[in-house]
């Protein structure tokens, strides 16, 4: 099937890989020419685990291009995969999207039935915007043309987005014709059937079940994942809500969230507590969603106290320094951790980059290490006044404190003998409660951890 991808973030260049994996003849489309020159020549433009190497594998068949042709946009799909940014109320930005849309009215051929696929996360009705746009710039154009439009929301993981593609739980699809559903189905047949060979380092989980293939109407899958990362954050703010009821009790919010968690209706996963969660999907989608039922004068109080939680879990790191340090101004502080969570260079939203300035702004001196996010972090975060350290031992010297802030793997592993001869005071703040607490304790550090 000929597949054009508008867009090449981590959704868009993570499915156009896979689906070139699969077989289909793709094009990606990124009007920054910057990176479709590193795409041309196989390398992604961001970090995300095992897509360097399938993107080695697939680029050859695949093509590039900084714009829009006729045979691009008469393609069997177009999935548009541009950037949804958040509006100042709160609301998705829409202004990709709709460019996505002109750029296709401009160039669609006529009798083209191709089926545009909104793959970006959009507010309800965008489907019917994008269509109007299509329809309306083809009138002007005195074209005739059959396109349709059809919702097609992702639930990808940034760190596992590969996985997520080629194992998905569901795959949903909103729209009013029966054209275009068959079409998507027939676009992740290989998929739903789960027929293709798993790629080198992404081998099929043991007992995976086939996804569901969920069709509904545009409304309906468009909501449904605003739905989704709402609730999913919605379940770390409650671990850390009862994280705080935890510490003030004296019971240990890992303990409990783990009792809770056991319970075949809730499910272990999202119920850890710690510093909060980031990223550029939940924060928005909630904000996004809380704009919609203002537009609609209904209230949602749950999604509105799950943003609030998440903002006091960053304030609760630093207090943790402050009770345990007393005075931070003059104290060196080690983060360990600058992206929003391991596996990925994302920092949108990184707990850890609040947790750094409130330090500096406290007085204290900040020394940060990042296996992959400190080169990004300089780049985009310029007036961050933090030194970058090229090992966490690096940064724990002659420091008072560590404050674990990402759980990466190689933090998990530390030789912690090593790190307690370089520090000057022995102070570890887990903002993940994923450190072995009594070994720290035998070694004479001080542990805080949240919610315990």
């Keep these: 099937m000929r597949v054009t991808v508008v867009g090449t973030g981590y ?17 990606c489309v990124d009007k920054n020419p910057a990176v479709v ?4 020549a196989g390398r992604p433009p961001f970090h995300e685990p095992g897509l360097a190497e399938l993107l080695g594998e697939t680029y050859r068949s695949m093509h590039f291009d900084v714009a829009l042709t006729p045979e691009t946009a008469g393609a069997d799909v177009l999935l548009i995969c541009v950037g949804t940014p958040p509006q100042e109320n709160g609301d998705a930005d829409l202004r990709y999207v709709e460019e996505a849309a002109a750029a296709i009215a401009e160039v669609l051929p006529a009798g083209a039935g191709t089926v545009v696929v909104n793959k970006s996360t959009v507010p ?49 699809v909103g729209a009013a014709s029966d054209r275009a559903v068959n079409r998507m189905r027939a676009l992740y047949e290989p998929i739903l059937e789960q027929t293709f060979t798993p ?21 309906s899958a468009e909501l449904c994942k605003y739905a989704a990362n709402a609730f999913l954050a919605m379940k770390i703010s409650f671990a850390n809500e009862i994280g705080g009821i935890a510490e003030r009790v004296g019971a240990d919010v890992t303990e409990v969230m783990r009792a809770v968690g056991l319970d075949r209706r809730i ?10 969660w980031g990223g550029s999907c939940f924060g928005k989608d909630v904000h996004a969603l809380l704009a919609l039922g203002e537009q609609y004068g209904y209230e949602l109080p749950l999604a ?6 998440n903002e006091r879990q960053r304030r609760a790191v630093v207090e943790k320094l402050q009770q345990a340090l007393k005075v931070v101004r003059g104290s060196t502080v080690a983060l360990w951790g600058l992206t929003f969570k391991p596996n990925t260079d994302d920092l949108r ?3 850890a980059l609040d947790v750094a300035r409130r330090l500096v702004e406290l007085g204290a001196r900040v020394r940060v290490h990042d296996p992959v996010g400190m080169e990004r972090a300089r780049r985009e975060n310029p007036d961050l006044a933090v030194e970058y350290a090229d090992s966490p031992l690096t940064a724990a010297r002659d420091a008072d404190a560590v404050v674990l802030m990402t759980e990466w793997e190689a933090f998990l592993h530390v030789d912690w003998q090593a790190v307690a001869g370089q520090m000057r005071d022995r102070v570890v703040v887990d903002g993940r409660n994923v450190l072995d607490r009594d070994l720290l304790t035998r070694l ?9």
């Design 124 to 172: 309800v009705g965008s489907a019917r915007r994008v269509e109007s746009i299509i329809r309306d710039g083809l009138e002007r154009r005195g074209v005739e043309a059959r396109p349709s439009v059809a919702s097609n929301p992702e639930f990808l993981r940034e760190g596992s987005a590969l996985f997520d593609t080629f194992y998905p739980d569901r795959i949903v």
């Design 11 to 27: 959704v868009g260049l993570t499915t156009a890989v896979a689906l070139a994996y699969l077989g289909h003849e793709v094009t």
């Design 267 to 276: 499910g272990l996963r999202y119920l850890g507590a710690g510093a909060g």
């Design 199 to 219: 790629p080198t380092g992404l081998p099929r989980p043991d007992g995976q079940a086939l996804p569901v293939f969920l069709t509904t109407t545009p409304t």
């Design 304 to 309: 509105a106290g799950t943003l609030r939680v």
């Design 349 to 351: 939203d990184a707990p």
């Design 444 to 452: 004479g550090f001080r542990y805080w951890g949240i919610g315990r």
């Design 37 to 40: 020159g590193s795409l041309s």
